[in-house]
C-alpha cells in the first residue's frame, strides 16, 4: 500500500501544482465555488418543479446521471488511466504493477471528480429541505452516488486496458455502453414510450431508488442492483488489471491546465487524423485554390478534427439532442447553449494546440485575417448549422413545427464565433495561467449571440404584424445580411492580431 499511496501523493500534487503556482486561480476556484454552490442547494429544492417532474424523480435523476457518465466514457479510448508522463516512465522501470497503478488511480479520480460530491450534498440538502425528510436523509444520495461513480471508473479502467491491450472488441463495448446510457432518454422523452430508466436495472437508477429511500420514496430493490454492478465492475477490474505490466500506456490529462504532455496530444492527433483523413477528398485541395480564404476555412476544419474539437462537438451534441428532441418547447434554449458553449471551448482547444503556431501568419506575407476568417467560416457554418438543427428537430418529432427558433439560433451562433473568434485574434491566453481573458471570450460569446439573433427577431416580428406568410424568408433575408456583417467584424477585428 506503500507505493500505491506514494503514486496517489503524486499524482494530487501533480495535478494542483498549476493552483499552488498561481494563488490567484485559487482564489477564482473558491469564489467560482460560493457561486455555484447555492445555485446547487437551490436545484435540490425546486427539483420537483422542473419540466421533466412529471416523469417522476427517479427517471430525472437516472436520465442526469446516466448523460454524466456518457460524457465522461470516452476517457476509455484514452486507455482509461489518468497518468502523468513521469508515471509511464516509473511504472515502465519499476517494479509497480498494474494493479497497484489502476488502484492509485482509482484513488485520484475518486479525490477529483469526487469534489463534486460537494454540490451533491448542497443538492441533498436542499431537497431534503423541500421534502421534510430527517437532517441525516442528505448523506444517503452521497453514499449512492459515490459508490455509482466507484463502479464507473472501475468500468473505464477495464475497457481503457482492453483499448491499451488492442482487444478489437474494446472499441465496440465502449460504443455500446454509451448507445445504452442514452438508450432510455429517447425511448421516454424523444419517442414518448412507456419505457424508461426506472424501469431497466441500470446502475444510475438503482442509485437514484437508493437515494430516495429516506424520503419516502425510492425502493430497496435497488441496494442489490447497484451492489450487483459494483461486484460486476470490480471483477472485471480485477482480471483487466491482473498483470505486471501494460503494454502501449500513454500519459493523459483531465483538465488542460495540470500538464501539457506533448507525446499524448501527438498521439492523439496521429489517431484523430488517421480516423478523420478517410472522410477527406482523394485528390485534395491545392494551396489558395480556388482562394485564399477558402484554404483557410479547410486548414482549421482538418485542425479541428485533428485535435479533438470535432469529436467534442459530436460528443455534445448527441448528449443535448437526444435529451431534448422529445422537449420542444425546450429545442430552441437548448440549442442557444448549445452555440454559447461551442465557440469559446473551441477557441479555447485551440490556444491548447495550435496558436503556437500562429507566428506563421505572421510570416506568410499574407493579410493575417485571412487565417482568422477561414476559421469563422467553417466554425460558424457547423455551429449555425447544429444549433438550427437541434431547435428544429424536436419540433419536427413533435409539432407543431417552429421555422422562427431555428433562424434566431444560427444567427446568434453567426454572432457568437465572429466574436469569440476576434477575442481569439486580439486576447488570446495561456490555459496553464490565470487571466480574464477567459472571462471576456465568455462575455462577448453571449454578447455575439445577442447581436446576431436579434435582427432576426425583429425581422420576424415585423413580418409577423405586417404579412405573417413571409416569415421565414424574412427570417432567411436578415440571416444573409448578418452573415455579411459578422464576416466584415471578423475582417476588421482580426486585421491586427496578437502574434
Not at 91 to 102: N, S, W, Y
Not at 133 to 157: E, I, K, N, R, Y
Not at 229 to 258: I, Q, S
Not at 471 to 493: E, M
Request: proline share 7%; charged share 10%.
Amino acid at each position: 500500500m506503500g507505493l500505491t499511496w506514494t503514486l496517489y501523493r503524486f499524482k494530487v500534487r501533480a495535478f494542483l501544482g498549476p493552483v499552488i503556482r498561481q494563488p490567484a486561480t485559487l482564489v477564482a476556484f473558491v469564489l467560482l465555488a460560493l457561486l455555484l454552490l447555492p445555485g446547487a442547494a437551490a436545484m435540490g429544492y425546486f427539483l420537483p418543479d422542473l419540466p421533466w417532474a412529471a416523469a417522476g424523480i427517479e427517471e430525472v435523476g437516472a436520465l442526469g446521471l446516466s448523460m454524466l457518465l456518457a460524457f465522461n466514457l470516452p476517457t476509455a479510448l484514452a486507455g482509461g488511466l489518468v497518468l502523468h508522463p513521469a508515471e509511464v516512465d516509473f511504472a515502465a522501470t519499476a517494479p509497480v504493477t498494474v494493479r497497484r497503478l489502476a488502484l492509485a488511480d482509482l484513488l485520484f479520480q475518486g479525490t477529483i471528480q469526487g469534489s463534486g460530491l460537494v454540490a451533491a450534498v448542497f443538492g441533498a440538502i436542499g431537497y431534503t429541505v423541500r421534502t421534510g425528510a430527517p437532517p441525516w436523509a442528505f448523506l444517503v444520495p452521497v453514499g449512492a452516488f459515490v459508490v455509482l461513480g466507484v463502479t464507473f471508473v472501475l468500468t473505464v479502467q477495464a475497457l481503457g486496458i482492453a483499448r491499451l491491450l488492442r482487444k478489437r472488441w474494446a472499441g465496440a463495448a465502449i460504443g455500446a455502453l454509451f448507445a445504452l446510457l442514452l438508450l432510455p432518454a429517447i425511448l421516454r422523452f424523444a419517442l414518448s414510450l412507456p419505457t424508461g430508466y426506472a424501469d431497466l436495472p441500470y446502475p444510475t437508477s438503482a442509485a437514484v431508488r437508493v437515494a430516495l429511500l429516506p424520503f419516502g420514496g425510492g425502493d430497496w430493490t435497488g441496494v442489490p442492483i447497484l451492489l450487483a454492478w459494483l461486484g460486476l465492475a470490480a471483477a472485471a477490474n480485477l482480471r483487466a488489471t491482473a498483470r505486471a505490466t501494460l503494454p502501449n500506456l500513454r500519459p493523459a490529462a483531465a483538465l488542460a491546465v495540470m500538464f501539457e504532455p506533448a507525446a499524448q496530444k501527438r498521439m492523439q492527433q496521429e489517431a484523430m487524423t488517421k480516423f478523420f483523413g478517410r472522410f477527406r477528398r482523394a485528390g485534395g485541395a491545392r494551396l489558395h485554390d480556388p482562394s485564399l480564404t477558402r484554404t483557410m476555412m479547410r486548414l482549421h476544419l482538418a485542425r479541428m478534427a485533428r485535435d479533438g474539437t470535432a469529436f467534442m462537438m459530436v460528443v455534445l451534441c448527441v448528449l443535448f439532442g437526444t435529451l431534448y428532441l422529445g422537449v420542444p418547447e425546450a429545442g430552441a434554449s437548448n440549442a442557444a447553449f448549445i452555440v454559447y458553449v461551442l465557440p469559446v471551448a473551441v477557441t479555447g482547444q485551440w490556444m491548447v494546440s495550435d496558436r503556437a503556431n500562429l507566428w506563421l501568419v505572421a510570416v506568410s506575407g499574407q493579410p493575417p485575417e485571412t487565417f482568422f476568417r477561414g476559421w469563422w467560416l467553417g466554425l460558424g457554418a457547423i455551429t449555425g448549422t447544429l444549433g438550427f438543427a437541434i431547435a428544429l428537430l424536436p419540433t419536427l418529432v413533435r409539432g407543431p413545427i417552429d421555422l422562427v427558433s431555428p433562424f434566431l439560433i444560427a444567427g446568434g451562433a453567426l454572432g457568437a464565433v465572429a466574436l469569440v473568434i476576434v477575442a481569439a485574434a486580439k486576447w488570446p491566453y495561456n490555459p496553464s495561467a490565470f487571466s480574464i481573458r477567459p472571462f471576456a471570450h465568455l462575455i462577448l460569446g453571449g454578447l455575439g449571440a445577442g447581436l446576431g439573433s436579434l435582427p432576426v427577431l425583429a425581422a420576424v416580428f415585423v413580418a409577423q404584424v405586417f404579412a405573417p406568410a413571409v416569415v421565414p424568408l424574412a427570417a432567411v433575408g436578415v440571416l444573409a445580411v448578418v452573415l455579411v456583417l459578422c464576416d466584415r467584424i471578423v475582417v476588421i477585428g482580426a486585421h491586427h492580431p496578437e502574434v
